[in-house]
């Protein structure tokens, strides 16, 4: 079972560094990205002192370290995740010291001071009262975090709804099963060992999930269901929404498959806000994605009608027209057109040859 639960530990971990990898080559800081490669960093290296601490010897304090910014981190991942403008402002920061820095201080400590001189200084008054004040503050973020998650939660619909169950319930059972059921008068020191890692790769796995989600799912107002309706689109909507497809039109900035709405509000020196308004209100759209995904199949409309022998692989078509890949690709165009692209084209083949046979 302690075989098992390291393996876990262990595979969770190196999942927490390939991510880690994938957010500094992407190269793109946001608040998202950013928390979470450094939740990844975090909980890698509190599961390899769960699994190394005892060969590390004091050491295994300096890794240690790392863990009270768990917590927090996870705090600013699932505002991130949850929160169309979310910002990061000085009372995250202190809530974030406020559970990181005890856990440096009492662990910096006992690693750097000899046992005589902490037992003659106070330091279990110290100690006391530095896991009194975590605990106290792990706990709020713990809280937030799941308030995050429920946030506008009766509004939402289909997958968003879906996607923030899953959420709620993972991180529901998990902060449950470790920090508020007596686990250890019921289960064996092995058993709670394997439920711990357990949570660890359920939490990962879920929060993974949920990344991949919103990066392909960008929440704005119209995700929250706080969507302005075009009958009360003001002028400044619409003439903000046509400015907006002139960069579609004109500098066809779908074909970046890594365009979200940040990137139009930077290049037209707008709020985020204002963009995602005009997109709704002033141009009627459901949401970004389905305006880039409206540019993005009319480009793959015309190149699949121009390629009626199916010279080119659809994929190299869906590339070249912006989508990341071939299963987005296809549920976009079969949502537009109500074809998939392959019988597209071979409509467009066979409307080529019935107009040949008829001349």
Same mark, same amino acid.
């Given at each position: 079972?302690?075989?098992?639960?390291?393996?876990?530990?262990?595979?969770?971990?190196?999942?927490?560094?390939?991510?880690?990898?994938?957010?500094?080559?992407? $190269?793109? =800081? /946001? #608040?998202?990205? +950013?928390?979470?490669? &450094?939740?990844?960093?975090?909980?890698? @290296?509190?599961?390899?002192? *769960?699994?190394?601490?005892?060969?590390?010897?004091?050491?295994?304090?300096?890794?240690?370290?790392?863990?009270?910014?768990?917590?927090?981190?996870?705090?600013?991942?699932?505002?991130?995740?949850?929160?169309?403008?979310?910002?990061?402002?000085?009372?995250?920061?202190?809530?974030?010291?406020?559970?990181?820095?005890?856990?440096?201080?009492?662990?910096?400590?006992?690693?750097?001071?000899?046992?005589?001189?902490?037992?003659?200084?106070?330091?279990?008054?110290?100690?006391?009262?530095?896991?009194?004040?975590?605990?106290?503050?792990?706990?709020?973020?713990?809280?937030?975090?799941?308030?995050?998650?429920?946030?506008?939660?009766?509004?939402?619909?289909?997958?968003?709804?879906?996607?923030?169950?899953?959420?709620? $319930?993972? =991180? /529901? #059972?998990?902060? +449950?099963?470790?920090? &508020?059921?007596?686990?250890?008068?019921? @289960?064996?020191?092995?058993? *709670?060992?394997?439920?711990?890692?357990?949570?660890?790769?359920?939490?990962?796995?879920?929060?993974?999930?949920?990344?991949?989600?919103?990066?392909?799912?960008?929440?704005?107002?119209?995700?929250?269901?706080?969507?302005?309706?075009?009958?009360?689109?003001?002028?400044?909507?619409?003439?903000?929404?046509?400015?907006?497809?002139?960069?579609?039109?004109?500098?066809?900035?779908?074909?970046?498959?890594?365009?979200?709405?940040?990137?139009?509000?930077?290049?037209?020196?707008?709020?985020?806000?204002?963009?995602?308004?005009?997109?709704?209100?002033?141009?009627?759209?459901?949401?970004?994605?389905?305006?880039?995904?409206?540019?993005?199949?009319?480009?793959?409309?015309?190149?699949?009608?121009?390629?009626?022998?199916?010279?080119?692989?659809?994929?190299?078509?869906?590339?070249?027209?912006?989508?990341?890949?071939?299963?987005?690709?296809?549920?976009?165009?079969?949502?537009?057109?109500?074809?998939?692209?392959?019988?597209?084209?071979?409509?467009?083949?066979?409307?080529?040859?019935?107009?040949?046979?008829?001349?």
């Amino acid at each position: 079972m302690l075989l098992l639960a390291n393996s876990i530990k262990l595979a969770v971990a190196s999942g927490c560094l390939v991510w880690i990898l994938w957010v500094l080559r992407r $190269g793109r =800081f /946001g #608040v998202l990205e +950013t928390s979470w490669g &450094v939740f990844c960093a975090s909980m890698a @290296l509190v599961l390899l002192h *769960e699994v190394f601490g005892e060969v590390l010897g004091r050491y295994a304090l300096l890794l240690g370290m790392a863990g009270g910014a768990t917590c927090s981190v996870f705090y600013l991942y699932a505002r991130a995740l949850f929160r169309p403008d979310a910002q990061i402002g000085w009372p995250h920061l202190v809530l974030v010291a406020g559970i990181f820095l005890p856990s440096v201080i009492k662990r910096g400590l006992l690693f750097f001071g000899e046992p005589a001189w902490i037992a003659s200084n106070g330091f279990a008054a110290i100690d006391d009262t530095l896991g009194s004040f975590q605990l106290l503050l792990s706990s709020t973020a713990l809280l937030l975090s799941f308030a995050e998650a429920g946030r506008g939660f009766e509004m939402t619909r289909g997958p968003e709804r879906h996607l923030r169950l899953a959420f709620l $319930g993972a =991180f /529901g #059972v998990c902060v +449950t099963v470790c920090m &508020v059921l007596p686990i250890r008068e019921t @289960l064996s020191a092995n058993a *709670e060992y394997l439920a711990q890692s357990l949570c660890a790769i359920s939490i990962f796995s879920v929060a993974s999930i949920a990344l991949v989600f919103r990066l392909q799912n960008p929440l704005t107002k119209t995700g929250e269901r706080l969507l302005v309706r075009q009958s009360e689109a003001t002028s400044n909507d619409v003439a903000l929404g046509q400015r907006i497809e002139t960069l579609f039109r004109e500098d066809r900035i779908h074909l970046d498959a890594e365009l979200k709405v940040a990137d139009i509000a930077r290049r037209l020196r707008e709020p985020e806000y204002r963009v995602s308004r005009a997109i709704t209100a002033g141009l009627g759209q459901a949401n970004f994605n389905r305006l880039a995904n409206r540019y993005r199949i009319e480009d793959a409309c015309a190149a699949l009608a121009a390629d009626p022998a199916g010279d080119r692989p659809i994929l190299d078509i869906a590339l070249d027209c912006g989508f990341g890949s071939l299963g987005p690709f296809n549920r976009a165009f079969k949502a537009q057109t109500r074809l998939t692209p392959r019988q597209y084209r071979n409509r467009q083949a066979f409307d080529t040859a019935a107009a040949i046979s008829a001349e």
